[in-house]
């Protein structure tokens, strides 16, 4: 079993900046690929950022250029860095982690981007 901690979303202005937390409890965190979704309410959850354990990195379209995902493996964290947040990055975001078979969640962190 893992389990994933999020932390570090909050009530932001629009233009305004968030850096989101995952630490993960598993030993072998640093070759799994983890990665960072959002759902808004009435809206489907759609995958934000991800990075493997190799450290390569892959984005939304909606955030290219203004959100950066990357990760310490040595703390077992993952890393979402946000900037020009806009009001609709509005969400619950999320950690996920892949392995094998198994599919791991966080619990979420509210992130609420002010007009």
């Known amino acids: 079993q893992v389990q994933l901690v999020e932390s570090g979303g909050g009530l932001v202005q629009a233009g305004g900046s968030l850096r989101l937390s995952c630490a993960a409890s598993?030993?072998?965190?640093?070759?799994?690929?983890v990665g960072w979704y959002r759902q808004a309410p009435g809206k489907q959850r759609e995958l934000v950022a991800v990075?493997?354990?190799?450290?390569?990195?892959n984005y939304a379209d909606s955030v290219k250029g203004r959100f950066s995902i990357s990760r310490d493996n040595a703390k077992n964290t993952v890393y979402l860095q946000m900037s020009s947040l806009k009001p609709e990055d509005t969400a619950v975001y999320l950690c996920?982690?892949?392995?094998?078979?198994?599919?791991?969640w966080g619990q979420g962190t509210q992130v609420t981007v002010s007009s």
């Open positions: 996920n982690l892949v392995r094998g078979r198994e599919n791991y």
């Open positions: 990075i493997s354990g190799s450290g390569s990195t």
């Open positions: 598993t030993s072998t965190f640093f070759i799994h690929s």
